[in-house]
């Protein structure tokens, strides 16, 4: 069985965010160098130390803001931001964007599946991801349908 889905665009700004959250989702544990260089203040009384780990922490969010900016204005990215359809099957997921240009993209290319109240967030690298809105689907079978094949997948629990 197909699943078809209506149209949908992916806007940079909510890529941009999205891919932060995910980011420190999963590296949140980087965070204990900079705790690690603050506690040396207890030891060495000294606000360099405070100010350093801040700064760490600040620089090492800033650089990954910077890179997924970037990643919306490469030319071989562009498709990711243009709006297209979607049609699921237990092959692939084809990406439309209109009836005779597409991009397959199968199930083995995807890291992880992640389902929330609102959406499916298909993680194929540290920067690209698929998006799917549950509104972007025509019925709440579809949803349930694309929530079994990931389930088949072992993509999600």
Not at 12 to 24: R, W
Not at 52 to 65: D, E, P, S
Not at 82 to 95: A, F, P
Request: charged content about 20%; aromatic content about 14%; hydrophobic content about 50%.
């Amino acid at each position: 069985m197909i699943i078809k889905t209506k149209k949908y665009r992916l806007e940079t700004s909510q890529y941009i965010k999205m891919a932060m959250v995910e980011l420190l989702r999963k590296q949140w544990w980087f965070i204990i160098g900079p705790i690690a260089v603050a506690c040396l203040a207890f030891i060495w009384p000294s606000w360099w130390f405070i100010s350093g780990a801040i700064l760490i922490v600040v620089l090492y969010l800033l650089f990954w803001a910077i890179q997924f900016t970037g990643v919306t204005q490469l030319e071989q990215n562009k498709v990711m931001f243009e709006k297209m359809s979607y049609e699921i099957d237990g092959r692939q997921i084809l990406m439309k964007l209109n009836e005779k240009q597409g991009m397959p993209v199968s199930w083995d290319m995807i890291k992880s599946a992640k389902k929330t109240e609102d959406h499916f967030l298909l993680s194929l690298s540290k920067a690209q991801f698929i998006y799917l809105p549950f509104r972007i689907f025509n019925n709440p079978n579809d949803i349930k349908m694309m929530e079994a094949y990931l389930k088949r997948k072992n993509l999600i629990a």
